[in-house]
């Protein structure tokens, strides 16, 4: 892996040569910072598990991610920061149903950062609570999804100003996540923290107290909103649809404290589980059978 200095040069050197119109747009020259590693979505933490899910599941969230954009109209040539971008699972979704969005892919850990690069995103590696790299006012949205809770609450605000920063006026802040009392954040809090490699200990989030961050950091219209956020699955019979489902779950969140995941006992258990927090249901969808396991996310959106 290269050395942070390094990777750093190389990101900016990455995206730079391949998106310059977008780089002369967003990014500072002459910027030699690296931000603090976060040490739960490297090769030590639960990274490559994860990232196994997202490349054996591509489609397991898209529902949920292209509900997102919804939110952000047309998106056509929407210059677009994604704060907690992973290797870019929100580009991903975005290419595939054609939005024709320039996505940023943003994230603090350099094992993401390296693997967004190699996907040929344009990638930045900063926290998105200082966001050092970008230019003020040079993006049409900011988003804040699927991770948005591994900023530590202290940090909210901060990361809430940076993005009215980075915003263009009448630019909007999408800020995903779980409200406390979902069952989605239950499951986080006694699963997840129980049984994944690196425990799960953040805390989700509060409408009210989110609402008034964001009046704090600056923005003038605020509004929230639910989303039907499930994770789906097709194959050919229900058994494998069930079967993915089950695997998706357990290396998303790096589960191997539940077991070794060919056992049928880890299966029943971790279905057992999924099914006592979430709820989870298999039904024909033409020739294929689709399962899925229900989450309602709920998403802040701010406007500057
Ligand atoms: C659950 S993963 C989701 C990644 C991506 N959004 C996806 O849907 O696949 C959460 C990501 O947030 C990143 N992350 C955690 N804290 C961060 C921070 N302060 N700033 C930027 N990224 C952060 C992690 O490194 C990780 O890649």
Redesign the pocket.
């Known amino acids: 892996m290269a050395m942070p200095r390094e990777l750093g040069r190389r990101c900016l050197e990455h995206f730079k040569t391949g998106f310059p119109e977008l780089y002369g747009k967003c990014i500072r020259n002459g910027i030699e910072k690296q ?1 603090t590693e ?1 040490l ?2 490297t090769l030590d933490g639960r990274g490559l598990q ?1 990232l196994n899910s ?1 490349f054996r599941y591509p489609l397991a ?1 898209k529902e949920g991610a292209t509900a997102l954009f919804k939110l952000l109209g047309n998106m056509r040539n929407l210059v677009i920061l ?6 870019g ?2 580009t991903r979704i975005s290419k595939e149903i054609g939005t024709g969005a320039k996505i940023i892919t ?4 350099s094992f ?1 950062v390296l693997c967004s690069m190699e996907l040929g995103n344009p990638t930045t590696w ?4 200082d966001l050092f790299l970008m230019k003020d006012g040079c993006s049409d949205a900011v988003v804040m ?3 948005t809770h ?2 530590p609450v202290a ?1 909210r605000l901060p990361a809430l100003q940076e993005a009215y920063r980075v915003l263009k006026k009448g630019g909007k802040l999408l800020l995903h996540d779980f409200e406390n009392d979902s069952s989605m954040a239950r499951f986080f809090r006694e699963v997840v923290e129980r049984y994944s490699v690196t425990g799960h200990n953040h805390a989700h989030f509060d409408r009210e107290k989110t609402l008034l961050l964001f009046r704090n950091a600056g923005f003038r219209e605020t509004s929230v909103t639910t989303l039907h956020d499930d994770f789906v699955f097709r194959n050919g019979s229900e058994k494998e649809s069930l079967a993915d489902l089950l695997e998706y779950f357990y290396l998303m969140y790096g589960l191997e404290k539940l077991g070794d995941m060919r056992a049928q006992k880890t299966k029943d258990k971790l279905y057992a589980l999924i099914n006592e927090y979430l709820g989870t249901k298999c039904s024909r969808s033409g020739k294929e059978w689709e399962c899925r396991a229900s989450r309602e996310a709920v998403v802040f959106i701010g406007e500057k």
């Open positions: 931000p976060n739960e979505f994860y997202v969230r994604d704060a907690f971008g992973g290797n699972y929100l943003n994230d603090i850990s993401m900063q926290s998105a609570d999804a699927y991770g591994h900023l940090r």
